[in-house]
């Protein structure tokens, strides 16, 4: 069900204000509405508050520097130029973890980490993001590798995928991962609900060109499911129909809607700190 | 050789030991000397003069010769003598002690039961120890093993006593003969005290009193071939599922070095264990490590035991029992974490089955803002880490993650600190960013409880290195490191693990502290990784690592890998091992015998666990029979908090003693301990004679030691020993045969050289 929702919280003057922060490094990476509303500047002309930017190899070599790095999962599939896993990428990464940060005690590596769903170093970030799914075709290595990530106690957040088409896709993925778990609903009385913020209902989060009617197909409605170990324990997070992403990327964006920006990263906030503890 | 000297000198050499020696010639030594001196010239002046076909060497030999014959001439016309005391006939009075413990029903080597020596030389008109004895003194027999008193014969004598108690037996035979006068104390045993209390406290009195105490020890000074179990050293209480790592300590003589024996452990219904133990050399202890599973809950009687091998003198040493309760409840740990850590998850789920440890996490997500899990209502930590003792003391460990120390208020700090040392709970610092000094806890009254030793922090940048874990030599042994492991495995276990990462160099620890797990540095040198101290009356652990979960995580670890869990289950179940309730009972001892007294005791402390000495103590005691008796207990005055009461039991089997402790009507707590009535083989470990203890007594009291071989002398060494009513006697000496062949030698030297020189 898609509920509006019209409130102002400090939380909602936070993200807005944070806005103007993520607006310039949106410059930074060139995006095209940024540029349409800023000169472009390059990293060195402003003083970056974050910490340096490792590289992927240093990161993995280096991995426990940080307590958290947020992760996104590459994997195969459709998808223009990277493929469909780089949607929003990198600059959706970076801005969310400036915003989290602020938002939550989270002493994180402030920079996009990227990790194949194949490659035995991702078991050393126990959180991954996997975005655009309606789109993967996962190869046999990446199945057994995103299958012991998740038995070993990994956890995983699904976003922004739309449809029976892609969640047909995307089952006939994880069908091939975990051939018996079932997909269930996780409902409003869950801990991830309440883990940091208390989130009361489940909104539909539009994509930045999308926001006027939010679903991207006909009868699609936001839905938040997950999976299961054999203990009960909620190793998989689906948002399905919504894309959190976007709302991320295009925070500080005028014409992004605030309350979608703020519920993601409400939703964000609490999918961390349910993974890091539970 | 004695025989040699007392012919030679006539007296023994305790009689030299004991007199003093005097000239008893009516002139002074000077005149004498003079006299000698004379004479001695006057016989070498006429070597002098004499002329001959002598030379002046043989002149000087023969002088020499004739002045030295001289000199023992003039030695014995001195009449040489020893100054003695000796006692006065039937005026002083001798205790003999005889032990009556059940030891005393040992038989030596040669077959002869140790008791036998009372009959042999103490019956009446049979033996001529006790005519010579009677003779000289007027005697009174004691009788001692765990009490101590007079007996008029041997008929008392029943040698079935538990314990023998040598510091008590000789309070109560100088308290009772502390009236008359007292020529010394005769200690009859073995050696193989029991008592509790130092023979120090027993013999100072007697050195002040002038009393010399005279031991006969009886038995073998080995016992071969045996085999003794000689320690167990169980908790009290252990947590249901633990495994517990025993250390047996097992003493042999007579076998051979290097074989094999079984150690089976069983309680009333099941063997828990059994392991073979290699013996070492004859006399040397060997401690084994043996793990035993507690699953099922409830208080049990655990028994050890050696099964007798052929041959073995005593088999009654070779079994010991120990209590222990299995707690079935779960025990509350309080897991305080400065930010959102992987760590918190991890060691979540490892634990997440273990029904008996309630891991409450106290989470900050944000500035004053905690994450609650685990928390028993919702008033559980609601405005965070607690402010009051009685609200932290309520947790039995605590875990302190990545949190700097200037997140707490200065009280917070001394009261993380008193809640081990006062508290007497387990606490655990895990390594992080903001933990040990790079968290600012140098300086803090935590810092003194942390078992490794704070270096200067790391700078802006930092510090990050990755390393291999590997357990020390104690580690090895230790049942927190053990990882459900075979031991035969526990190496390839720990080399299997993939390597952690650390952002808190540390690399020493106090003086005291333990290391369990140690690392290598990839860019060199070692980490301290795992080790502990006991601070005040709880364990204080430091694990310097910041990613444990990587033995979960890592692709080098299998799913089927429980390394991670098993380290986890073993860490938190150590850290609330032994941590004390506000009241504690403790039985003095857990075995004894029907009729014999034990202590019971009891700490009380209210919630802020602060001795209390205005309670009222009830032991409500059920014997097997299920007869109920209230006891109260009374505040001991020497220590406070300290209750105590004497017990009895009666019957046979297990007594059930329940100590309830109240303050104004208001229950401060109860603890349960348990106590086994049953005839006991106390007395038949290290039942061996025990000579370097019985010779101290006598040494440090001016008496003799003595076997069944010389103990024929005992008489007259009482008599010249000085004590009690006595006269000054003078021995002779001039009429030692060893003067007279002296003589002999000294002529016949000087006629022989004489010969040789043919100056005949």
Redesign the interface.
């Given at each position: 069900m898609i509920l509006p929702m019209r409130r102002s919280t400090p939380l909602h003057n936070f993200v807005a204000s944070v806005a103007v922060l993520a607006a310039a490094t949106a410059c930074a990476f060139g995006s095209e509405l940024a540029a349409q509303q800023a000169p472009v500047m390059d990293r060195s002309m402003f003083s970056d508050p974050r910490g340096p930017y490792l590289g992927e190899a240093e990161v993995k070599r280096?991995?426990?520097?940080f307590?958290?790095y947020w992760t996104r999962a590459m994997y195969s599939g459709g998808g223009f130029r990277r493929g469909s896993w780089a949607v929003d990428f990198p600059k959706s990464d970076q801005q969310f973890l400036i915003v989290i940060k602020r938002?939550?005690?989270?002493?994180a590596y402030d920079w996009e980490n990227p990790v194949g769903l194949w490659d035995?170093?991702?078991?050393?970030f126990?959180l991954i993001y996997m975005l655009e799914v309606g789109g993967m075709y996962l190869t046999d290595e990446e199945v057994v590798g995103l299958r012991?990530y998740m038995?070993?106690?990994?956890f995983v957040i699904v976003d922004d995928f739309w449809g029976g088409r892609q969640w047909d896709n995307f089952l006939w993925n994880m069908r091939r991962v975990f051939p018996d778990r079932t997909i269930v609903d996780i409902d409003l009385d869950h801990p991830v609900y309440s883990?940091?913020y208390n989130i009361d209902e489940v909104i539909q989060v539009p994509a930045i060109g999308n926001t006027y009617r939010t679903a991207e197909c006909a009868g699609c409605y936001p839905q938040v499911k997950g999976m299961y170990d054999d203990?009960g324990?909620l190793m998989m997070m689906i948002n399905f129909n919504t894309d959190l992403g976007d709302a991320w990327e295009w925070a500080e964006q005028p014409s992004y809607p605030l309350e979608y920006s703020t519920y993601a990263y409400q939703l964000g906030a609490n999918m961390?700190?349910y993974?890091?503890?539970? | 050789m004695q025989g040699i000297f007392e012919f030679l000198f006539k007296y023994r050499p305790l009689v030299f030991e004991q007199g003093e020696f005097a000239f008893a010639a009516p002139l002074s030594v000077r005149t004498w000397l003079i006299v000698v001196g004379l004479i001695a010239a006057g016989a070498v002046a006429t070597y002098t003069i004499a002329r001959g076909k002598s030379s002046v060497v043989d002149r000087g030999v023969m002088a020499a010769l004739r002045v030295g014959l001289l000199a023992v001439l003039v030695f014995c016309l001195m009449q040489p003598a020893l100054t003695l005391s000796t006692v006065v006939p039937q005026q002083n009075f001798v205790g003999i002690l005889m032990d009556d413990s059940r030891s005393m029903q040992l038989a030596d080597e040669d077959g002869t039961v140790r008791s036998s020596f009372f009959a042999e030389q103490f019956t009446r008109g049979e033996s001529p120890l006790i005519q010579a004895l009677s003779e000289r003194f007027v005697l009174r027999f004691f009788r001692f093993s765990d009490v101590a008193r007079r007996v008029d014969g041997l008929e008392e004598m029943t040698f079935d006593g538990t314990h023998t108690n040598i510091a008590n037996a000789l309070d109560v035979a100088r308290g009772e003969l502390s009236g008359v006068p007292l020529s010394g104390l005769v200690v009859v045993t073995d050696g193989a005290d029991t008592g509790e209390r130092p023979l120090t406290e027993a013999i100072v009195p007697l050195q002040a009193a002038g009393v010399p105490v005279f031991t006969v020890g009886l038995g073998d000074e080995t016992l071969e071939p045996d085999i003794e179990l000689g320690r167990v050293e169980l908790p009290r209480t252990a947590l249901q599922g633990s495994t517990l790592m025993v250390d047996v300590v097992v003493t042999q003589s007579g076998f051979s070095r290097g074989s094999t024996v079984p150690v089976i452990v069983e309680d009333d219904t099941r063997i828990l264990a059994e392991e073979s133990v290699e013996l070492g050399p004859a006399g040397e202890p060997v401690v084994t490590r043996i793990g035993i599973e507690l699953q099922e809950p409830g208080a049990r009687r655990v028994r050890f035991r050696i099964p007798g091998q052929p041959g073995e003198r005593v088999e009654r040493n070779n079994a010991r029992n120990a209590w222990i309760d299995v707690v079935g409840e779960s025990e509350k740990i309080l897991y305080f974490e400065?930010?959102?850590?992987?760590e918190?998850?991890?060691m979540?789920?490892a634990v997440?089955?273990d029904e008996n440890l309630q891991l409450v996490?106290l989470?900050?997500?944000?500035?004053s803002?905690f994450?609650r899990?685990e928390v028993s209502d919702s008033t559980e930590l609601e405005f965070g880490f607690p402010t009051t003792r009685q609200e932290l003391y309520r947790y039995r460990a605590l875990v302190i993650g990545?949190v700097e120390a200037s997140f707490f208020t200065f009280d917070q700090l001394q009261m993380i600190a008193d809640f081990v040392s006062e508290r007497g709970g387990g606490l655990l610092f895990l390594g992080?960013?903001s933990s040990f000094a790079e968290g600012g806890w140098a300086g803090t009254p935590v810092e003194e409880v942390m078992p490794v030793i704070l270096g200067p922090p790391a700078g802006e940048e930092?510090y990050?290195s990755?390393i291999d874990v590997t357990p020390t030599p104690a580690g090895f042994a230790h049942p927190a490191v053990q990882l459900d492991a075979e031991p035969a495995d526990l190496r390839t276990r720990w080399e299997a693990l993939p390597p952690?990462?650390v952002?808190n160099p540390i690399n020493a620890v106090r003086p005291g502290a333990t290391v369990l797990l140690t690392g290598s540095r990839s860019e060199g040198g070692e980490q301290i990784v795992l080790s502990y101290q006991r601070y005040g009356r709880g364990t204080s652990i430091a694990l310097t690592a910041?990613?444990t979960?990587?033995w979960?995580?890592?692709?080098d670890?299998t799913?089927e890998d429980q390394s991670h869990e098993s380290f986890w289950k073993q860490m938190l179940r150590w850290l609330v091992d032994g941590v004390p309730n506000p009241v504690l009972a403790v039985a003095g001892e857990e075995e004894v015998e029907p009729g014999e007294s034990v202590e019971l005791t009891a700490s009380v402390r209210d919630s802020t666990f602060l001795d209390v000495n205005d309670a009222t103590v009830t032991a409500t005691v059920t014997s097997p029979s299920g007869l109920v008796e209230e006891v109260p207990l009374e505040w001991t005055v020497e220590e406070d908090g300290q209750y105590a009461a004497p017990f009895r039991p009666l019957e046979l089997g297990d007594y059930e003693i329940q100590i309830n402790a109240q303050r104004q009507e208001a229950s401060l707590g109860t603890d349960v301990t348990y106590l086994h009535s049953a005839p006991s083989d106390r007395e038949f470990f290290g039942a061996a004679r025990r000579t370097q203890l019985l010779r101290r007594i006598a040494d440090d009291t001016g008496g003799q030691f003595y076997t069944r071989d010389n103990v024929a002398t005992l008489p007259e060494d009482i008599t010249i020993s000085g004590a009690g009513v006595t006269l000054v006697d003078e021995l002779d000496l001039w009429d030692m045969p060893a003067l007279f062949l002296l003589m002999l030698l000294l002529m016949g030297a000087e006629w022989g050289y004489r010969r040789i020189r043919g100056l005949v």
């Open positions: 280096t991995a426990g520097r307590p958290f938002l939550v005690r989270l002493n035995p170093d991702l078991r050393k126990p012991g038995e070993a106690g990994g883990a940091y203990d324990r961390i700190v993974a890091m503890s539970h | 400065g930010e959102p850590r992987w918190v998850k991890f979540r789920r997440a089955d996490l989470q900050r997500t944000a500035e803002k994450l899990l990545s992080g960013l930092g990050f990755e952690l990462t952002v910041q990613d979960w990587l979960q995580m890592h692709s670890v799913l």
